[in-house]
C-alpha cells in the first residue's frame, strides 16, 4: 500500500534532521515553526513512527528517522534535479534546427565554433526522419534534401551535394572499376534507393535490384553497416568525408558523381526581424561550405 505523504511534510521533515532544529528549518523554508512542528507530527502519524527525539534544548533523530533522512534527502534531490532539468529557466536566445540525422552528424563536427563565438545563444538539434504532415514541432532552422531543380521560392541553396560508393577499409580492393560494384552487396537507404541506380547510371551502368540487399532508414546507420562489413553503400560524400574524419572505418571507391540534389535552408514562418540569433546562425551556416 502506498503512503500518502505531503511533499511539504517531507520538506519539513529533510530541513529540521539536516539542521537538527524546528526554527532554522522554519527559517530556511519560509514557514512557522509552529508549521513546521505539525508538518512533522503529521508525517510522524503517518508513518506511525517516531523520527525525532524531542529535549528541552535539543533535537536528535531517531534510528528510524536517520535512516529515512537519507532516503528523503536523496528523492528530494532528484525531484529537484529534474524539475530544473525539465522546467528551469530557459534562455530567450535559443535556437532549434531540424535536419537528417547524417546532416546534424556534419553539422556538429562544426558546430563548436559557433558556440564559443554566442555563448548566450542554445542550439537544439531534432531529426527530420520521415517527419510527417502533422508534425507540428516548431523550428527555426530547417534543412532539407530536395531536387536542385525544385522551384519553391521558399528555399534558400546551401550547397549541391554530390554521391560515391563506400566500403569497410579492408574490403575494398576488389574494387577497380565501376562494374566491380555490381558484384558487392549493397545497402539500401529508405528514401533515397536511387542512389545506387543514379551513381552506376554516370557510367552507363544499369542497377538490377537484388535479392537479400539490406535496408535501412538513414545515412548513419547506413555508414555503420558499412563499417560492420555487412556491404556497400552509395551516399552523399561530405557525409562519408565526415564519418572517415570522425574515424569510422570506411574508404570511398569511387568517384564522386552528381546527386542532382541539394541541400535547402527553409525560409520558415518563425523567421522574423526580432529573431537576430537565427540569422546569426544561418549567416555561419553559409560560411561552413
Known amino acids: 500500500m502506498r503512503h500518502n505523504l505531503n511533499l511539504n511534510w517531507l520538506r519539513s521533515f529533510e530541513a529540521a534532521a539536516r539542521l ?3 526554527t532554522a528549518a522554519a527559517r530556511e523554508i519560509g514557514m512557522t515553526q509552529t508549521a513546521v512542528s505539525q ?5 510522524e502519524a503517518q508513518l506511525n513512527a517516531k523520527l525525532f527525539l524531542r529535549r528541552p534544548k535539543s533535537l536528535q533523530l531517531t534510528d528510524a528517522g536517520k535512516a529515512y533522512q537519507v532516503t528523503v534527502r536523496g528523492a528530494l534531490d532528484m525531484l529537484d534535479m529534474s524539475t530544473t532539468g525539465l522546467f528551469g529557466p530557459r534562455r530567450t536566445r535559443a535556437i532549434t534546427v531540424r535536419a537528417s540525422m547524417a546532416f546534424i552528424m556534419w553539422l556538429s563536427a562544426r558546430l563548436d565554433d559557433f558556440l564559443l563565438s554566442h555563448p548566450d545563444t542554445d542550439v537544439k538539434m531534432v531529426t527530420s526522419i520521415w517527419k510527417s504532415p502533422s508534425d507540428q514541432q516548431p523550428v527555426d532552422v530547417d534543412i532539407i534534401l530536395a531536387p536542385q531543380e525544385n522551384a519553391r521560392t521558399d528555399l534558400e541553396l546551401l ?3 554530390m554521391i560515391v560508393p563506400i566500403c569497410c577499409i579492408g574490403s575494398g580492393e576488389a574494387i577497380h572499376l565501376p562494374d566491380d560494384l555490381l558484384r558487392h552487396s549493397p545497402i539500401h537507404i529508405m528514401g533515397f534507393d536511387d ?3 543514379r551513381y552506376l547510371s554516370a557510367y552507363g551502368l544499369k542497377y538490377e535490384n ?3 540487399r539490406l ?3 538513414t545515412t548513419t546507420a547506413a555508414i555503420e553497416m558499412v563499417a560492420a562489413g555487412l556491404g556497400y553503400a552509395v551516399v552523399i560524400e561530405r557525409f ?3 564519418a572517415i574524419r570522425s574515424g569510422q572505418k570506411i574508404r570511398i571507391v569511387g568517384e564522386p558523381k552528381e546527386l542532382g540534389q541539394a541541400h535547402y ?4 514562418e518563425r523567421r522574423d526581424a526580432a529573431q537576430t540569433h537565427v540569422k546569426e546562425f544561418e549567416a555561419w551556416l553559409s560560411r561552413q561550405y
Do not use: C, Y
Not at 265 to 268: G, H, I, K, R, S
Open 159 to 161: 550547397s549541391t551535394e
Open 39 to 43: 508538518h512533522i507530527k503529521a508525517l
Open 240 to 242: 562519408a568525408r565526415q
Open 195 to 197: 542512389h545506387w541506380a
Open 20 to 22: 537538527l532544529s524546528f
Open 210 to 212: 537484388s535479392a537479400g
Open 265 to 268: 535552408l527553409v525560409q520558415t
Open 215 to 217: 535496408i535501412t532508414d
